[in-house]
């Protein structure tokens, strides 16, 4: 049983375009979101994240919206770099449970120059 | 200021061999972690320690997996006999945890297991 499912495996954008990364989750205790980038042959990277009490975080080009009643959220990079390329995990962790991370598949972004 | 160190990064074995994999975390952190990522997957929990206490082993296939996080700071994860199916990267994380809030997970790069 997927509980955060990121059903887009890749993406594709233009530099200095937005890139829009997308994440469900299924159980509702869930009340803490986070986005993790991870490089190859690295391990994964702390990005963003937003608490069940807000429906937006914002830090510099990256924002994370969270929609509750949908059990949804995305990050978005404004305006995307090739730097930005790489694997980007969706995790959840539930009240309670503050330290259990349950992790999405990922998305591979890649930006094209 | 160190991050989290992982050693070896890559490991071959057969099948049936033991194999073991170390994780010295970022230093102050009391917290560590134990993920194991399957291809195509993301980070799964196996195991999480407070100081030398093992808090949550739920995930961990306790027949052949084992880990020890002595004296609260370094670890190690042992698989014995290992299978064809352990074949992923396992991952350490280390986190200063203060409690009821969330508390950053901080990786290492870890180690990729191929079982032969």
């Known amino acids: 049983d997927q509980q955060v499912k990121q059903n887009s495996p890749s993406l594709s954008v233009q530099e200095g375009r937005i890139s829009i990364l997308n994440c469900d989750y299924t159980?509702?205790?869930?009340?803490?979101f986070l986005w993790y980038k991870k490089y190859p042959a690295e391990g994964p990277t702390f990005l963003i994240s937003?608490?069940?009490?807000?429906d937006k975080n914002e830090d510099g080009r990256f924002t994370v919206f969270l929609n509750k009643s949908a059990k949804h959220l995305s990050l978005h990079i404004v305006p995307s770099q090739p730097g930005d390329s790489a694997v980007y995990f969706c995790?959840?962790?539930?009240?309670?449970?503050?330290?259990?991370?349950?992790f999405g598949t990922g998305t591979l972004l890649a930006v094209q120059p | 200021e160190a991050g989290v160190v992982q050693s070896p990064r890559y490991k071959i074995i057969e099948k049936k061999q033991p194999v073991a994999f170390w994780c010295n975390p970022i230093?102050?952190?009391?917290?560590l972690y134990w993920y194991l990522q399957n291809l195509g997957q993301g980070p799964e929990l196996l195991i999480r320690?407070?100081?030398?206490?093992?808090?949550?082993d739920s995930q961990l296939p306790k027949d052949r997996f084992s880990a020890e996080r002595l004296k609260g700071v370094d670890s190690t994860l042992k698989i014995q006999p290992a299978e064809l199916g352990d074949s992923a990267v396992y991952l350490c994380?280390?986190?200063?945890?203060?409690?009821?809030?969330?508390?950053?997970?901080?990786f290492g790069p870890g180690t990729r297991l191929t079982v032969l």
């Open positions: 994380a280390s986190s200063l945890s203060v409690g009821g809030t969330y508390n950053e997970q901080f």
């Open positions: 159980n509702s205790m869930f009340d803490y």
């Open positions: 937003i608490s069940s009490i807000k």
């Open positions: 995790a959840a962790s539930a009240w309670g449970a503050t330290n259990k991370l349950i």
């Open positions: 230093s102050g952190h009391n917290t």
């Open positions: 320690y407070e100081n030398e206490e093992a808090v949550d």
